[in-house]
């Protein structure tokens, strides 16, 4: 008998991808926390708040009134009527009921847009550090994913002439990310008009923006989306944003775009063969959030501008590590370059921002993110989406660990 036939193996597509290692590395630190010990994480992209009680009611009574069928594949018509109002409300952007979609949240919007797009070897530009869902889903759609390193020297921001140099005839799209997971920084009006006049030179380019963090910016910033700014991009941009963050619904699963009608039904293909329509019980619930009272989200971000304060103030006084202050998101992205090369207490060397979150979690008890998993080494991302009095320890175990360290 051939034993191998039995044997599993994966796809092609999928053979050099693993679950994402920010999932696997909170798993480890739950499995630690279980085990009882005192572990911190601050490696999930989750906000702590619950959601608010309007939405959960809105759903219950959907429940009630039995909404509980298939709706129209990519969104209800309400569904469609309230994200049209929501992009018309607070980006500026006028669609037409063909040109919105719905799906099981953001990642699922962004892989229909790819698996609906994408020919075998098309290019699409993606500005790293950046969430890595990115490059797995273009190489799941048979594309190539193209690197652009950005650093904290343009604030993380992909600039017009990495952008002209990334271009080739086999680009497909742009990917932008503001403000962004993992380094929480963001694009303003002067970040983005010289990218469009990029795009301008090369209109075979698409843009696709995932504009999830929108209702988490500080300080005043004031928050764009690339297809307001500009009216010729309207054929070939793709607004992609949803109620996960800003409504603490991440559980829900609902995520939407706003883009070109033959984009949005060639995406809708792709989900008709895959999940249908997000749940209908869910899309009540999304519609109370959209149509719903927003001044909470102020507050909140309020909340999480204090931590992020807490966060980079703590890290930036420990002697090695420097952090920028981010303009929106909940997360710092801070580098430990000036501890790489290190020696423990227990006298091992610390070669890579792997190694550094490695012994930060046995040391410490607190689990953040290495860079490397974002494209960007020698650097780390902290979740800052939980406690202040949590923060606070977890950010004194850490200056604790690496006071103790030997400098080389
Ligand atoms: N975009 C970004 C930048 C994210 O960080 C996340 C969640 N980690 C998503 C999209 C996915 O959101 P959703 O829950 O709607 O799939």
């Excluded at 500026?92 to 719905?102: H, I, P, R, Y």
Aim: charged letters at 25%; hydrophobic letters at 40%.
């Amino acid at each position: 008998m051939d034993i191998s036939s039995s044997m599993f193996r994966p796809a092609g597509r999928i053979e050099d991808l693993g679950v994402s290692e920010i999932l696997t590395i909170t798993a480890r630190a739950a499995a630690l926390k279980r085990e009882g010990r005192p572990v911190i994480i601050l490696g999930a992209g989750e906000p702590d708040f619950d959601t608010p009680d309007h939405i959960k009611e809105a759903a219950v009574a959907a429940i009630r009134q039995g909404q509980t069928k298939y709706t129209v594949l990519d969104g209800s018509p309400e569904m469609k009527r309230a994200i049209r109002d929501k992009f018309r409300r607070e980006n500026g952007l006028d669609f037409a009921a063909n040109e919105v979609t719905a799906g099981a949240g953001a990642k699922q919007i962004l892989y229909n847009a790819m698996m609906a797009s994408l020919n075998e070897d098309d290019e699409v530009i993606v500005p790293t550090p950046c969430w890595t869902t990115y490059f797995d889903i273009v190489r799941i759609a048979g594309g190539v994913p193209v690197a652009v390193p950005c650093d904290d020297s343009t604030g993380f921001r992909l600039t017009a002439e990495a952008l002209e140099a990334a271009i080739t005839p086999r680009t497909r799209w742009l990917m932008l990310n503001s403000p962004s997971n993992p380094t929480g920084s963001a694009y303003g009006e002067e970040d983005y008009r010289p990218l469009i006049e990029v795009l301008h030179r090369h209109p075979h380019v698409w843009l696709m923006v995932d504009d999830m963090y929108e209702h988490i910016t500080y300080d005043g910033f004031r928050f764009v989306t690339p297809a307001a700014l500009d009216e010729r991009l309207r054929d070939r941009c793709l607004t992609i944003n949803g109620v996960s963050k800003a409504y603490a619904m991440t559980g829900w699963r609902l995520g939407y775009a706003g883009g070109p009608a033959d984009l949005i039904s060639a995406m809708a293909v792709v989900q008709s063969q895959s999940t249908s329509c997000p749940s209908s019980v869910t899309q009540a619930a999304a519609i109370a959030a959209l149509d719903g009272p927003q001044d909470f989200l102020a507050d909140r971000a309020a909340s999480f501008a204090a931590r992020r304060d807490l966060v980079v103030d703590a890290l930036n006084a420990i002697d090695g590590i420097t952090c920028r202050k981010p303009e929106g998101a909940f997360y710092t992205f801070a580098s430990c370059e000036g501890l790489i090369g290190s020696t423990t207490t227990e006298g091992v060397r610390l070669d890579s921002d792997r190694d550094f979150c490695a012994w930060l979690l046995d040391a410490a008890n607190v689990a953040v993110v290495p860079g490397a998993c974002f494209g960007l080494p020698g650097c780390f991302r902290i979740s800052y989406a939980t406690s202040e009095a949590e923060l606070g320890e977890a950010l004194g175990r850490i200056s604790d660990v690496c006071r103790a360290l030997r400098r080389n």
